[in-house]
């Protein structure tokens, strides 16, 4: 079973809506969770951690469910600028290394 | 301002020469950096972990003789893919952990 589960879209979606991603994953110990954004053939830029208790950055929510071992991004009023693939990463704090997804692609069509 | 500096941003070689990527952190000593390689659509793949002082991790599937990596100093790390060859070219990112987990700016490898 893979750390970190992702669907992959592609998801198409007209300007204006609201569309949100989930990431699953595996060890139940993890601590940290982070959504990043990356452009096409750019590096992956950090989007926004996610706290227990749930984040919002203006369009953007962010929220954890430990119970079903989940996190979530909630994109309002989507932006053609929005579009970009998204990567759910998960630190489970042992060891070093950081466990991504595979990436969601978003497309806002205008 | 960038947090971790990685240089070249592209390279075009012949295929059987060696390139070096290099990978630096600014402003902040990085003990472990972390070297990625992606496909076109593809997602992130971790290749190895470099130890600052000791031998790399590499991953399943990752030869160490084909990408040598040496991490010197606790600023920078470099990765060097040995006789390249067409199916090398790729995405090459690396990155450092500071509370959070921040990218150089990829290195884009084409071999012909």
């Known amino acids: 079973r893979k750390e970190v589960e992702q669907d992959p879209g592609p998801f198409n979606v007209p300007e204006g809506a609201t569309v949100a991603f989930n990431c699953t994953y595996s060890n139940s110990a993890s601590q940290s969770f982070f959504w990043y954004r990356q452009d096409c053939r750019k590096e992956p830029k950090l989007l926004m951690s996610v706290y227990s208790s749930g984040n919002e950055d203006g369009r953007f929510t962010a929220q954890l469910n430990r119970a079903s071992q989940y996190i979530s991004l909630l994109i309002r009023d989507s932006k053609l600028s929005d579009s970009a693939t998204y990567l759910c990463v998960v630190f489970p704090n042992t060891g070093n290394q950081f466990y991504f997804g595979t990436g969601t692609s978003l497309t806002v069509i205008p | 301002g960038a947090v971790v500096s990685q240089h070249p941003s592209r390279v075009i070689c012949k295929s059987g020469t060696s390139v070096k990527i290099e990978c630096r952190s600014l402003?902040?000593?990085?003990?472990?950096m972390f070297w990625y390689r992606q496909f076109p659509k593809q997602s992130l793949m971790l290749m190895a972990t470099s130890n600052e002082g000791s031998k790399a991790t590499y991953e399943q599937g990752v030869e160490k003789d084909k990408f040598l990596i040496n991490h010197a100093s606790l600023t920078l790390s470099t990765l060097t893919v040995t006789s390249a060859h067409p199916e090398d070219s790729s995405f090459y990112i690396c990155s450092a952990n500071r509370e959070k987990l921040f990218f150089g700016s990829g290195t884009q490898l084409s071999v012909l």
């Open positions: 402003d902040f000593q990085a003990t472990t």
